[in-house]
């Protein structure tokens, strides 16, 4: 397992980015699947930089497990924020029109729906999101 920790700040995302696809690249991640994972990635790794931190800045930690003999990928986001489980939210009613529809939700929902499991956890002060991905 790789693990990586940057300021939680918008501007870091290329860097998440960057280094997620490096390890990714390591097991020869089909182009489809990495496109999946990258969009979950700048979703989960946005809202921590976005949320997270009330009354500032702090980090994120990302781990990247790989499992070449499935071949399959565990990806994991650790902060220190403020506690927050996305996957408590129900859904979003997606039959309604985009006007009729409440706001927010639909990123984390599109993670839940590209991701084969997706796993919230709050341990020792920190929120743990672990992503998991098959192909």
């Given at each position: 397992?790789?693990?990586?920790?940057?300021?939680?700040?918008?501007?870091?995302?290329?860097?998440?980015?960057?280094?997620?696809?490096?390890?990714?690249?390591?097991?020869?991640?089909?182009?489809?699947?990495?496109?999946?994972?990258?969009?979950?990635?700048?979703?989960?790794?946005?809202?921590?930089?976005?949320?997270?931190?009330?009354?500032?800045?702090g980090t994120a930690v990302v781990c990247?497990?790989?499992?070449?003999?499935?071949?399959?990928?565990?990806?994991?986001?650790?902060?220190?924020?403020?506690?927050?489980?996305?996957?408590?939210?129900?859904?979003?009613?997606?039959?309604?029109?985009?006007?009729?529809?409440?706001?927010?939700?639909?990123?984390?929902?599109?993670?839940?729906?590209?991701?084969?499991?997706?796993?919230?956890?709050?341990?020792?002060?920190?929120?743990?999101?672990?992503?998991?991905?098959?192909?």
């Open positions: 397992m790789k693990e990586f920790e940057i300021e939680a700040i918008k501007e870091n995302l290329h860097t998440v980015l960057q280094f997620i696809n490096g390890q990714l690249a390591l097991i020869g991640c089909p182009m489809k699947i990495q496109t999946q994972i990258d969009i979950a990635a700048e979703e989960i790794f946005i809202n921590i930089a976005s949320y997270a931190y009330t009354d500032g800045t990247v497990e790989l499992h070449p003999e499935l071949p399959g990928v565990d990806i994991t986001f650790i902060d220190r924020g403020v506690p927050y489980d996305p996957l408590a939210k129900a859904d979003p009613d997606i039959t309604l029109s985009a006007q009729d529809r409440q706001i927010g939700g639909l990123g984390i929902f599109m993670v839940k729906k590209s991701m084969d499991e997706v796993k919230y956890d709050y341990l020792n002060g920190c929120n743990i999101l672990t992503l998991k991905k098959g192909w």
